[in-house]
Each structure stands twice: as C-alpha cells, then as structure tokens.
C-alpha cells in the first residue's frame, strides 16, 4: 500500500511525532509497503522530484531526528517555514494525502489528536488511522474526557474546570485546595502540567501553566505508582509501570535515557491490571474511540487506580509504551504498526 506517515507538526509534541513518525515509516517500509514520511507543517518543501514519483523517494523521506531534552521552540518552527501563511498544513500535505491509500498518523498533540486533521482527511476521503474526528476532539480535551470518566463511573480525581487570566489568580489562589494538580486542557507529554504542594507553588504553577493558553483543568493530587494500559482492538494490554528517576513523569523523563524505568508487565496482581484494563476499555468505549489508545492511571496505597487520561495517538517509536505492551503478548513492532493500519482501514469503512 502507499501510506503517508503523517508527523511533525506544531505542537509541543512535535519532536516526539517526528521520532513516532520515523519508526512506524521504516517498521511499514520493511514490511513491503511504500510508506513516506511527511511533516505536517513544514509539508514538501525539502522535495524536489516529482510528486507523482515520491512513494518511491529513498528511505522514504525518513531522515535522522532525535527527542531533545526540551520541548521545541515552536517559534523556530515556523519561521524556518518558506511559506509563512498561518496555514498548520505544509507545502502538497493534503495533496499528497490525497494519493495515498491511508494516512498512518504519527501526529501528537494540537492538530494531531484534537480532531482538526482527522477532519480534513474525513473530506478528503482518505482513511487513516486510529479514532475519528469528534472522539478525538473529546478524548483530547481533558476537560471533557472527565465529563465522561464521571458519566461512566471511572474514578477520576475530584477536578475543577477552570477557565482564567492574570487577574483571576490571586482569587484562585484562596480558593484552590492544595496539593493539586494543574494541567492545560489540551496538552500532553506532560508539557502544561504542574504539581504544586504549597500556596505558593500553585501562584507560580497557575502563572507557568497559562503560557499554553487559558483553559485547565484542577484535580486533587492522588500519590501512588505511575501505570499505563493500552487498548488495542477489542482488548486491553499488559499494564506498564513507569517509576521515574525524578518528582514525577515529566517531558524529560519520559524521552531521555536513564528519565524513569519502564517495567512491563507491571508488578502488580491481576485484579490491579484488570481494575484498570477494565477502565480503559469503558472509556475507550465511551469516547467512541477505534483501533487503539491508551490510558494513563495512578495506583494508591490502597490498590485503588484513579484514571488520568485518555490518549488516542499514543506515543509510536520502538520503545513507546504501546509498543513495550503489544510485545508482551508476543506481537512485534511492525506487525503492531500494520495492526493498526489494517484495523483502521475496518474502521473507516464501518464509518467508525
């Protein structure tokens, strides 16, 4: 098949996707499929052959890139754009979108599963992979993902949706409980996230967090281990632990070496992995959602997992969370990407 593997972007996540990107391209390229890699924002702009010949573009566009141990600078970003119009689509996106037989989105974070590019595709007509455009949106919005934890009965931190400005945190600041948890609505990769213990924490947290915009949500902070469980399918995979190597799962802990270890299956009973297997698929259920996701939990002291959030496009490289669960149930990394490529291709038909 052709395939676009559709990555980069301009969200915070930009680099992650690049890397996601990267693999899950090579991973189909060696399974027999003309797949490309192409960034969503800065598009075709470093192509010069033909487009029609461009499934056949060696290693498939496919260059060397790394996660830094900072989120980028989405400024640089976009003035190391030729074309500088607001569009988030780079130069041929959709055109060349348009000649493939499915889009493989590699994409994380604003654009990429917050709805807007399963959109576009939706009206071009091309498939693509995982969730389609409204339970991504929702998904996406942590604010309305706990509208739906809530509805479904999976237990959810008690939260506050929060709306502000400047002006609104010294009020805030009297009347939020802490410790607590602050998190832009939109965000991920844990970019957006503060945790403050103290009153004073939670003014520099609330001032830190709108850099990102001024939607968040407020959630009493739960302490316990730090979990994962995919669904793939129908099914939910073998929990991850992840223990960090620092306060908590950050952006740097999460994609640099020695950041946290990552123990799967996680050394927990079955009646844990369950719990929150269970909750997953609720959820994944819930939202609408196809093919794949993940969801993220705390384990308390008392064995009770709070959920945390819902991601629909979850991390792809080789040794992302999905891929670390898929194989221990003996499923290797490229058959893991063309799973998700053939389930995808079921799900639009079915006009999921």
Wanted: one cysteine or more.
């Amino acid at each position: 098949m052709k395939i676009v593997v559709l990555a980069g972007g301009i969200s915070t996540e930009r680099h992650v996707s690049l890397v996601s990107g990267t693999g899950v391209c090579r991973a189909l390229r060696e399974r027999g499929h003309r797949a490309i890699l192409v960034d969503m924002f800065l598009g075709l702009e470093s192509y010069h052959g033909r487009l029609s010949d461009i499934f056949d573009a060696p290693d498939g566009l496919c260059g060397d890139v790394r996660i830094e141990t900072t989120a980028p600078d989405l400024e640089a970003v976009r003035r190391s754009r030729a074309d500088q119009s607001p569009s988030k689509l780079g130069k041929d996106v959709l055109a060349v979108c348009a000649m493939a037989d499915v889009v493989f989105l590699a994409l994380h974070g604003e654009c990429g599963e917050d709805g807007r590019i399963q959109a576009a595709l939706d009206l071009l007509g091309v498939p693509y992979t995982g969730a389609n455009y409204v339970s991504s949106g929702m998904a996406m919005d942590k604010s309305i993902a706990k509208r739906f934890m809530d509805s479904e009965g999976i237990r959810t931190a008690p939260w506050r949706d929060l709306w502000y400005t400047e002006a609104d945190i010294p009020r805030l600041v009297e009347e939020l409980e802490v410790p607590c948890a602050v998190k832009i609505v939109n965000g991920g990769s844990s970019v957006g996230v503060e945790l403050p213990d103290t009153k004073e924490e939670l003014e520099r947290a609330l001032h830190n967090v709108l850099r990102y915009g001024h939607h968040a949500v407020v959630e009493k902070k739960i302490r316990g281990r730090e979990l994962t469980v995919a669904v793939l399918g129908d099914r939910y995979l073998p929990a991850v632990e992840i223990i960090p190597n620092g306060d908590f799962f950050n952006y740097e802990t999460k994609y640099q070496s020695g950041g946290a270890t990552e123990v799967c299956p996680a050394p927990i009973s079955d009646e844990m992995w369950r719990q929150m297997g269970e909750m997953a698929l609720k959820l994944h259920r819930a939202l609408g959602l196809s093919v794949y996701s993940r969801t993220d939990f705390l384990l308390d002291e008392e064995g009770q997992a709070w959920c945390l959030e819902v991601n629909t496009l979850p991390g792809m490289t080789p040794t992302s969370l999905v891929p670390k669960e898929a194989a221990a149930v003996g499923i290797s990394y490229g058959e893991l990407c063309e799973i998700i490529v053939e389930e995808s291709l079921r799900a639009r038909k079915a006009g999921r």
